[in-house]
């Protein structure tokens, strides 16, 4: 990859992280709740991801935008997890059991806030509703506050199957810790990661964050040198969006403490650099593998994938997700829960699906999802393999957006190479790290007028 400064500098836009095509802001309130569930009705022989959003917080980080419920009232998760069982059932009573769950992952909020006894009947009600296995093959993630997890929780995850964990770490840096309420010291880190060794994690992923309070290069960079030793075989490195109007939380961050937008770039730079010459990949959109990491391998063969969990091997599968705000994506049907833990629980202790929008793709929708999910995550696109699919001309169907990609060619962020059957557009090292500009030209509902993150 290369960074280019004035690149950058032309392309300082905003916009989706495509986790989906279309993207949230599409999904529709009115769409109705029957035609939502006669899609999840259909047969599929596809396997299974299954999400599950734990929402408590033990404490508040100041940066987080999260949708999440701070409280010390350990109990809480209880009748969570009642709740839980019961969307499980209701959700089961429309989906095979026999289809294998290849991939699991937890996410919040903190999902270790819950207790062992809990991920006991937890796990329990996961099982007798769907076909979870434990084979070595199985992708089962956690998201761990390292604040919140001790040793014997650990090794009860891992004896349900969890064989991959994503640590919050943002930075060592005491000074920044302290101004984002998160003090966690790294020999906490340290220790987590050998025990999550010691117990068989095969995967460990650091999630950093640059543009926080008192970062400073040198500051930053010591982070990174703490994490390359430490080894974890994914990084995910993001950038703070301080959004006080929205996330009341950050109004504790002042805007005097914030490192300026050069500065951000400096440090997502010299992050980029350190992290690639220490042997990590770049994956795409803020995410680093090592080469033989499952993401990277996945990448080489032309086998990555990106969905609401951001990037992963397990291609073709229906993603079924639970809890408040979770969002399940069901080959292009999108239904997302209510967001309100009480409009939450209404739905589900009446017996319904706590259903807040949805929708439902089209022919074009599709198109443009394969499109724009083979460019995130391959930077190549062989235009034959669309027009095959979907029995299209490729740059007749797209006519416009070719036109509209051709000062990117010009200033060799991409090649559009139309010479016998193996037409292909493909993103150049110099254009990898504007993916997100790029894969908006394809994009047919971007409004200007919606906030998105800024792309770099």
Known sequence: MIWDSSLIAKYDLSGPRYTSYPTAPQFDSSISKIALIDKMLMPSEAPLSLYFHIPFCAHLCYYCACNKIVTKKYEKGAEYVELLGEEMRLRSLMLDHTREVTQLHFGGGTPTFLTEELIDVLFDNIQQHFNLINDGTQDYSIEIDPREISRSKLKLLTEKGINRISIGVQDFDIKVQEAIHRVQPIQMVADLVVDARALGIKSINFD????????SIEGFKKTLDQVVELSPERISLFNYAHLPDRFRAQKRISDESLPLSSMKL?????????????????????????????????????????????????????????????????????????????????????????????????????????????????????????????????????????????????DDMLDINRSGMQTTIKVTERGRLLIRCICMVFDKYLNSAIKYSKVI
């Open 208 to 215: 950093l964050i640059y543009g926080l309070p008192y970062q």
């Open 266 to 410: 400096d440090l997502l730079k010299m992050s980029i650099e350190h992290l690639i010459s220490a042997g990590y990949e770049y994956i795409g959109m803020d995410h680093f593998a090592k080469p033989t990491d499952s993401l990277a391998i996945a990448q080489k063969q032309g086998k990555l994938q990106r969905n609401f969990q951001g990037y992963t091997t397990h291609a073709g599968t229906d993603l079924v997700a639970f809890g408040v705000s979770a969002i399940s994506d069901l080959n292009g049907v999108y239904i997302q829960n209510h967001t309100d833990l009480s409009i939450y629980r209404s739905s589900i202790e009446k017996g319904q699906l706590a259903i807040a929008k949805g929708y439902i793709s089209d022919l074009d929708d599709r198109i443009r999802h394969q499109v724009i999910m083979t460019l995130t995550s391959q930077f190549e696109l062989n235009a034959a393999s669309i027009e095959q699919k979907y029995n299209i001309r490729f740059f007749e169907y797209f006519a416009e957006e070719v036109q509209n990609l051709t000062p990117m060619v010009e």
